[in-house]
């Protein structure tokens, strides 16, 4: 009797998020992709009607969804103001808003795979502090993010950087930047315009770009430019090398999350072809990285997931919709609070959310039904408006609107309405960028891939959650969620007879 051929154990589990990516960018473009990203879609598990399954889609929310299994009413982290910021942990060795997981509730796949194995490490990194922080939620381990021309971390995670970073840093990577000009991508006739007027609000639309020269303009700036993505990539790199992850006989766990897609999709918009040429890249640049890791960790050895925050809406100057202001409605709302009751009641709006401190309200007699319901009268009829929901309506709503509301509203959270959007509308009225946010299929709509082995590839066409990632990496390498979950194990991926 043939002896069935053994799977190898699993050394590292590596998960990508490109901030901001949208599906359909890989179904147009996959004829050209030669690098990382070919190597995904060919040899992984492929959903391209993924969804971030709540309301309010932004970097924080969807960050903490991924690696957790859970919606963000579980997770704590609701929005981006209510994400990572902490000014109790400063940045270490330059001046920034300090940032941390103190908000973050529950538990992710790092805690899982180290309920089992207290040896396991984590690396995360991100050009964004909530996209290096939430994928391993309150772990205190290896978490950098780019600051003033710097990666770094805050005094939540230690007092002094490591010094293969501090290493990476000294060789000044912007100054080798400045003044580098960006240009399209030989070998390919781009079908996009290059001169829609309304992209960046008709200032420095279109091709050459270039970084400034000057030292403190180019660390803001290459933020919109693909190298920032390279420069990401670099420190994972050298950070996965010193620290050996998958080399220890254990599965190590590296996050890296992409944020140069989120800029350029702002700026220039998903129909710029500024946007066609950075997907180019970032295939490439995942090639490399992917060919770089293969020297240090086998492939066969390796489970690789790649999803994404949220994705976007077009321009609405495009003709896809229009632009629906709520900061008026916000800032009317905090002069009464202050003129009427002499009361900062902590009134904000993100995503059409608008959140305020009830509790105070309420002790100054405020009655928060009647003060919702007069929002909502005034919100609905409007322009761009689709919905509008009040925590009085939402509690007796099951209708699809209203499940992604109940998946984003935590229990306890402060909140007066909750206002929807038409689809192709933006929250906002300026018009020097698109945007997301919105609970509407553009904004909610993302891939998911799975490439682990001896996994067959295969193209799914059916709905999933981003949150059905965890769970099924999880079910792969043999953990167990420490607490309920809101994903389930995708079974394209993990049969029920594995």
């Known amino acids: 009797m043939a002896c069935q051929a053994r799977t190898p154990p699993v050394q590292l589990v590596v998960h990508f998020s490109v901030d901001q990516m949208r599906p359909d960018y890989l179904s147009r473009w996959q004829s050209e992709f030669t690098g990382g990203l070919a190597r995904l879609l060919r040899g992984g598990v492929v959903y391209l009607a993924a969804e971030q399954a709540h309301a309010v889609t932004l970097t924080a929310p969807g960050h ?12 704590g982290i609701i929005t981006n103001e209510l994400g990572v910021p902490d000014t109790a942990s400063p940045l270490i060795g330059t001046n920034g808003i300090g940032a941390s997981p103190y908000r973050f509730q529950g538990t992710t796949l790092y805690d899982w795979m180290r309920a089992k194995d207290s040896t396991v490490r984590a690396l995360s990194v991100s050009r964004k502090d909530r996209g290096a922080i939430l994928p391993v939620g309150r772990a205190s381990q290896s978490v950098f993010w780019y600051s003033n021309g710097m990666f770094t971390t805050s005094r939540w995670y230690g007092t002094k950087l490591p010094d293969w970073l501090m290493a990476w840093n000294a060789q000044h990577p912007i100054d080798r930047v400045r003044g580098t000009v ?46 920032m993505d390279s420069l990401t990539l670099d420190v994972a790199w050298r950070g996965l090398r010193a620290m050996r992850l998958g080399q220890e006989g254990h599965p190590d766990f590296l996050a890296v999350s992409l944020s140069t897609t989120d800029e350029i999709g702002h700026r220039y918009g998903p129909g710029s072809l500024e946007m066609h040429d950075q997907i180019r890249r970032l295939d490439l640049l995942l090639g490399q990285f992917l060919d770089s890791l293969a020297t240090v960790v086998p492939l066969d050895r390796t489970v690789i997931s790649l999803t994404a925050d949220h994705g976007v809406t077009d321009y609405p100057e495009a003709g896809t919709g229009g632009r629906l202001p709520l900061s008026a409605d916000v800032r009317t709302l905090r002069q009464w609070a202050m003129s009427r009751w002499s009361l900062n009641a902590a009134i904000s709006e993100e995503g059409g959310l608008i959140l305020a401190d009830t509790t105070a309200l309420a002790n100054r007699g405020v009655s928060i039904d009647s003060l919702s319901r007069a929002l909502a009268a005034s919100f609905r009829g409007r322009p761009g408006v689709r919905d509008v929901l009040t925590p009085a309506t939402l509690q007796s709503r099951r209708d699809p609107e209203a499940v992604l509301w109940h998946r984003e509203i935590m229990p306890g959270i402060g909140w007066l309405v909750a206002v929807a959007s038409e689809p192709g509308w933006v929250y906002g009225s300026g018009t020097t960028s698109t945007s997301h946010g919105s609970s509407n299929i553009l904004d909610r709509r993302v891939p998911v891939i799975i490439l682990a082995p001896r996994v067959p590839p295969r193209r799914v066409i059916r709905t999933i959650g981003v949150v059905d990632i965890a769970p099924t990496l999880a079910a792969l390498i043999g953990v167990r969620p420490t607490e309920p979950l809101d994903g389930r194990v995708l079974p394209e991926v993990v049969s029920p007879r594995r």
């Open 64 to 75: 903490a969804s991924m690696m957790s299994g859970r919606w963000p009413y579980s997770t």
């Open 182 to 227: 960006w240009t399209p991508l030989p070998g390919t006739a781009y079908p996009e315009v290059d001169n829609r007027p309304f992209e960046a609000g008709g200032r420095n639309n279109t091709f050459p770009h270039q970084i400034p020269v000057e030292a403190m303009d180019a660390a803001r700036a290459v933020m919109d430019f693909p190298v």
